[in-house]
C-alpha cells in the first residue's frame, strides 16, 4: 500500500507544507489536474475497470463520459457475441464492401466520443461495455478517488514535480520525477497482485499500460 489516504484538501496543504510555500493556492488546482491527466495516461489497473450496459439500436452509440480505452464490448441479448474493433478505416471498407447492410454488430470502432456499429444494428440489442474509466479527478465535490485514498504519494510526488517545474526548481523536479515514477511502478504491481492473487496467470489482453490491443484491419486485398 501507498501512504495514508487524503483527501483533496489535505493534499493541498501537503504541497504547499512540502515546498514551504504558502503563496502557491491559485495553482494547486493545476498541479492535480496535470498530476491526474500523467495518471490517465499511464495507467491501466483493476481499480480503473468499469463495466456499462447500452442499448444498440443505431449506427452510433455515445460512449460513458469516463471512458477512456476499451476492453470488451459483448452482445449480451439473444445471441451472447463479443465484438472485435476496427480501425474507423477499415470499419469504413468493411460497410462498402458489403452494401452497408443492417444485421447484428460484429465490428466497432471508436470515433471521438461516439462507437460506431457494423453492421448497422437491424433491431435493438444490450451491449456490455468492459472499459478502463479516467480517475475521477479531485475537487471540492469529489474529495477523494482510489489513488488518493490506496496510493497518496503516487499523487503527493506527482504534484510535487510539477509544482517544482513551475517554480523553475530543476534539482527538486529531477528528485520528485524519481520519487514519482518508483511509487507509480509500485501502485502497477501491487494492482496486478490484486488482479490475479496467487492462481497461475492467464493470457490476458491488457498488462495494465504495457502492451496494446490488438485491432483489426480490414482490407479488400
Not at 43 to 60: C, N, P
Not at 66 to 76: C, F, G, K, S
Not at 79 to 100: A, H, T, W
Request: hydrophobic share 35%.
Amino acid at each position: 500500500m501507498g501512504w495514508q489516504s487524503m483527501t483533496y484538501s489535505e493534499l493541498k496543504t501537503a504541497i504547499a507544507n512540502y515546498l514551504n510555500r504558502s503563496d502557491l493556492d491559485s495553482m494547486m488546482d493545476t498541479f492535480i489536474q496535470q498530476t491526474e491527466a500523467e495518471l490517465n495516461r499511464k495507467l491501466r489497473t483493476k481499480d480503473m475497470i468499469k463495466r456499462a450496459t447500452a442499448t444498440a439500436d443505431a449506427q452510433y452509440l455515445t460512449l460513458p463520459t469516463d471512458w477512456m480505452e476499451a476492453i470488451n464490448v459483448e452482445i449480451t441479448s439473444g445471441n451472447f457475441s463479443p465484438l472485435f474493433q476496427m480501425s474507423i478505416e477499415s470499419l469504413d471498407v468493411y460497410r462498402k464492401g458489403n452494401d452497408n447492410r443492417t444485421g447484428q454488430p460484429i465490428y466497432y470502432a471508436l470515433v471521438d466520443d461516439t462507437m460506431e456499429l457494423c453492421p448497422t444494428p437491424d433491431g435493438s440489442y444490450t451491449l456490455q461495455l468492459t472499459y478502463f474509466s479516467k480517475i475521477p479527478a479531485l475537487s471540492d465535490s469529489n474529495t477523494s478517488n482510489f489513488v488518493s485514498t490506496s496510493y497518496s504519494d503516487v499523487y503527493l510526488y506527482g504534484c510535487l514535480r510539477t509544482a517544482s517545474i513551475y517554480l523553475m526548481d530543476d534539482a527538486r523536479a529531477s528528485g520528485f520525477t524519481s520519487l514519482f515514477d518508483k511509487s507509480l511502478e509500485e501502485m502497477r504491481m501491487e494492482q496486478e497482485r490484486a488482479a490475479f492473487g496467487k492462481g497461475s496467470l492467464i493470457p490476458r489482453r491488457r498488462t495494465y499500460g504495457r502492451t496494446k490491443k490488438q485491432v483489426v484491419y480490414w482490407s479488400n486485398n
